[in-house]
Antibody, heavy 119, light 108 residues
Framework: EVQLVESGGGLVQPGGSLRLSCAAS????????MHWVRQAPGKGLVWVSR????????SYADSVKGRFTISRDNAKNTLYLQMNSLRAEDTAVYYC????????????WGQGTLVTVSS | SYVLTQPPSVSVAPGKTARITCGGN??????VHWYQQKPGQAPVLVIY???DRPSGIPERFSGSNSGNTATLTISRVEAGDEADYYC???????????FGGGTKLTVL
């Protein structure tokens, strides 16, 4: 059974940093591209970042470029999102999602982890 | 950047057909995916590559995509279909993911 379990969320002050993790199991993690998607309270889904299967290629939404870094450790079956210079508008539930195919559908999602940026 | 436009809400009586649209410039040239999200839960893929259904998704869910509009169709709507629905594409020109704003489906 495919499982994605996020962790690392919490309360952080504006300007602070946080690292999210997504532990994967039930599939060959190193064969799949992975994504982060976020959802502010009461709002819609917003794509954040993508990493290819070996970690050599990444892309970011304009709103987080230069502040967030996506990475992965295929030996540990874990996806990461390093978030720096956090702003109030980064407050959201962050989901990791597996890319199912070449057209970037997200076929499996984690349960999400809440990040709150507030003083 | 590429923009996807969805109606904020759609209402339908039980047993009827719900149609949720997703508008985008020449969206027919892209692969569109649809997600269902119920309150407090993670999204679930219900349609991928315009019209394919993942295993476990009822045949009542179908999709189409042409011109500037993609459509998610839910036949014989049930109370359990009440949820938010999001369309999504990958914009290969910018190498970015894009979601529509979401549509709240209300079953009357």
């Amino acid at each position: 059974e495919v499982q994605l379990v996020e962790s690392g969320g919490g309360l952080v002050q504006p300007g602070g940093s946080l690292r999210l993790s997504c532990a994967a199991s039930g599939f060959t993690f190193s064969s799949y591209w992975m994504h982060w998607v976020r959802q502010a309270p009461g709002k819609g889904l917003v794509w954040v970042s993508r990493i290819n299967s070996d970690g050599s290629s990444t892309s970011y939404a304009d709103s987080v470029k230069g502040r967030f870094t996506i990475s992965r450790d295929n030996a540990k079956n874990t996806l990461y999102l390093q978030m720096n210079s956090l702003r109030a508008e980064d407050t959201a539930v962050y989901y990791c999602a597996r890319e199912g195919g070449i057209a970037a559908d997200f076929d499996y999602w984690g349960q999400g982890t809440l990040v709150t940026v507030s003083s | 950047s590429y923009v996807l436009t969805q109606p904020p809400s759609v209402s339908v009586a039980p047993g009827k057909t719900a149609r949720i649209t997703c508008g985008g410039n020449n969206i027919g040239s892209k692969s569109v995916h649809w997600y269902q999200q119920k309150p407090g839960q993670a999204p679930v893929l219900v349609i991928y590559y315009d019209s394919d259904r993942p295993s476990g998704i009822p045949e009542r869910f179908s999709g189409s995509n042409s011109g500037n509009t993609a459509t998610l169709t839910i036949s014989r709507v049930e109370a359990g279909d009440e949820a938010d629905y999001y369309c999504q594409v990958w914009d290969s020109s910018s190498d970015l993911g894009v979601f529509g704003g979401g549509t709240k489906l209300t079953v009357l």
